[in-house]
C-alpha cells in the first residue's frame, strides 16, 4: 500500500520538451531581416557615449550662432539641439546598462528555478525511499510472529 503518490506539475513535462527560446526569434522575410538588421546596428551606434559626445560636438558649433539670435534662438538651441541631441545617446546607454542588469537578473532568476526543481525532485527520491523503508516496517511489524525453537 502506498502512502503517497508523486504527480509532478505540468510545467516539468512542457519544460523537457521546449528549451528556453533564444534572445532572437527571426520569422520574417528577407525585407523586414533587413531593416531589423540596419535598425539594430544604427541603434548600437547611436546608443554609445562616443556618439553622445560627437552630437554634443556638432550641438556646441551652432551654439555661437544661437548666443548671436537672442534669448529665443538660445533657448531654442538647448532644447531642440543640445538636448535632443545629446540624451537620446546618453538614454539610450542607460536602457543598455539597465537591460544588460535586467537579463542577468532574469538568467539568475531561471538558474535559481532550475536549482529549486532539482532539490524538490530529489527530495521527492528521498521521500519516496523513506516511504519504502516505512512500509517495509509497517509489513514486518504486522506478520504474523514466527514460533520460537521451544514453542
Given amino acids: 500500500m502506498k502512502v503517497y503518490q508523486h504527480k509532478p506539475h505540468p510545467q516539468i513535462e512542457l519544460r523537457k520538451k521546449r ?7 527571426v520569422k520574417e522575410g ?6 531589423s538588421l540596419l535598425g539594430e546596428k544604427i541603434t548600437e551606434g547611436v546608443g554609445t557615449m562616443w556618439c553622445a559626445y560627437a552630437f554634443a560636438l556638432i550641438a556646441f558649433i551652432s551654439l555661437p550662432e544661437a548666443i548671436h539670435g537672442g534669448t529665443s534662438a538660445l533657448i531654442s538651441w538647448i532644447a531642440q ?10 538614454i ?9 542588469a535586467a537579463d542577468t ?8 528555478a532550475e536549482a529549486i526543481l532539482y532539490e524538490a525532485l530529489e527530495i521527492q527520491k528521498h521521500l519516496q525511499a523513506q516511504d519504502e523503508l516505512l512500509q ?4 514486518s511489524y504486522q506478520a504474523p510472529a514466527k ?3 521451544g514453542a
Wanted: net charge positive.
Fill in 19 to 25: 528549451a528556453p527560446k533564444p534572445k532572437k526569434v
Fill in 30 to 35: 528577407p525585407v523586414a531581416r533587413f531593416n
Fill in 81 to 90: 539641439t543640445f538636448l535632443q541631441l545629446v540624451l537620446l545617446s546618453i
Fill in 92 to 100: 539610450m546607454v542607460g536602457q543598455k546598462v539597465e537591460g544588460a
Fill in 105 to 112: 537578473r532574469a538568467d539568475d532568476t531561471y538558474k535559481d
Fill in 136 to 139: 517495509e516496517l509497517i509489513d
Fill in 147 to 149: 514460533p520460537g525453537p
